[in-house]
């Protein structure tokens, strides 16, 4: 139930908006009118709904029709962000619009339920909808980043996070188990033991391929409509979707769930979208990243250091204040002792500007010299400029950002 409107204090309006506030939370149907030029409408308006209440099979609701002062009207209107010259109807506490925004709302609709976003919290939410006889679509689309990199249904857990960072995780553990395995008398060449990084990137994409197919078998099995398209909300029960040709698609449905997740960001400094790339675009590389430098000290930035060290390559994390801020940070400082004890170097700057000096290609990662500002201990500014072929890694998060 959306929260109740904004009451302004000290005025002598206060008292009625608050009641009429009250009375949206606690009637089943309220409508609203004021003493302007909508008072015919509001009197047929009032005699249709007794109608149709009368012929039909709802029972056991209240309804209040309250015909208040324009200004109390205005009060309430804006804090729905409607037309105060107009009849508002609410059902339940939810702000329905109009009369005729209210007659679109008794049409029969396409779907009980459509759902925009197709990670994990949209998937679970269809397939339980459907579980219980709704009728059930699920849109799902992800817009390119700047260098072209997409994915499957599934959401960023199964596509760019968890499960690919895990993997690649994997794969750094295997060289390290090599230590092990000559401990307990394997014999194993400590020379000539390379990574080739196409391969691992390959059995990654595979298996996650693989999970995005699964997802479309189990929407198919529960009778969930999937909708590849980007969806948007264009109307009161209305969503368009629009796939990657264009073309839209308007539907219908008596509830929307928008379940998009969130997408990480890059900082607002030069270069940053020329040359730099997300953690959305990672594990799926066509080269190996090489010297990488990750801006930002969120987990993501963190976990992304963590295997790429762990697959011999040199990584850096610039940190431009807390680590892990929102964490435990007795936990995020024996996070730190270990990235560190791992080879792992912290630089204590903020970016500035991003140069290159050798594009990347298709097999090959770029050059790139990135320039920075950091505090010294006694307050004092100090420049950093560092050369990196994979300083195109950054992890910055929409809600993380250092």
């Not at 029972?59 to 309430?76: A, C, G, P």
């Not at 506490?93 to 976003?117: H, T």
């Not at 499957?152 to 060289?175: A, F, R, W």
Request: proline letters at 5%; aromatic letters at 10%; a neutral charge.
């Amino acid at each position: 139930m959306p929260p109740p409107p904004y009451v302004p204090s000290g005025t002598q309006y206060s008292t009625e908006v608050k009641a009429v506030a009250e009375d949206i939370s606690q009637k089943d149907v309220i409508v609203l009118g004021h003493g302007g030029n909508n008072l015919p409408q509001f009197t047929a308006f009032t005699a249709h709904i007794d109608k149709f209440i009368s012929n039909s099979n709802v029972k056991d609701i209240t309804i209040r029709y309250s015909f208040i002062s324009e200004l109390v009207m205005k009060r309430i209107a804006h804090a729905y962000y409607r037309n105060p010259n107009e009849i508002l109807i609410f059902v339940k506490g939810n702000c329905i619009g109009n009369p005729s925004d209210f007659e679109r709302a008794l049409q029969p609709k396409e779907y009980d339920l459509i759902v925009i976003g197709g990670g994990s919290g949209g998937l679970a939410a269809s397939k339980q909808a459907a579980e219980l006889g709704k009728r059930v679509a699920v849109l799902d689309f992800v817009k390119p980043t700047p260098i072209g990199t997409t994915w499957g249904l599934g959401g960023t857990c199964v596509n760019v996070g968890c499960i690919p960072k895990k993997l690649m995780h994997q794969t750094s553990l295997l060289e390290h188990s090599l230590d092990d395995t000559r401990r307990f008398g394997w014999s194993v060449p400590r020379e000539g033991i390379s990574l080739n990084w196409t391969k691992m990137k390959d059995a990654v994409q595979d298996h996650i391929a693989g999970l995005n197919w699964n997802y479309k078998i189990h929407l198919r099995e529960k009778g969930v409509k999937y909708i590849n398209g980007y969806g948007e909300v264009t109307g009161p029960f209305e969503v368009t979707a629009t796939d990657k040709k264009k073309k839209k698609t308007v539907m219908t449905a008596d509830k929307i769930f928008i379940l998009v997740g969130l997408r990480p960001k890059y900082p607002d400094i030069e270069g940053a979208k020329e040359y730099a790339i997300k953690s959305d675009d990672l594990f799926s590389l066509p080269y190996n990243p090489g010297k990488t430098l990750c801006i930002g000290v969120s987990y993501v930035s963190l976990e992304c250091a963590g295997f790429i060290k762990g697959i011999s390559n040199e990584a850096d994390v610039m940190v431009r204040s807390v680590l892990l801020r929102g964490f435990d940070q007795d936990m995020a400082e024996r996070i730190r002792k270990q990235t560190i004890d791992e080879g792992i170097k912290f630089i204590s700057a903020f970016p500035t500007k991003i140069e290159e000096l050798k594009p990347r290609g298709d097999e090959f990662p770029g050059l790139y010299k990135v320039y920075g500002v950091g505090t010294k201990p006694d307050g004092s500014k100090e420049e950093f400029v560092g050369e990196y072929t994979g300083a195109e890694l950054f992890t910055f998060s929409i809600y993380d950002y250092f």
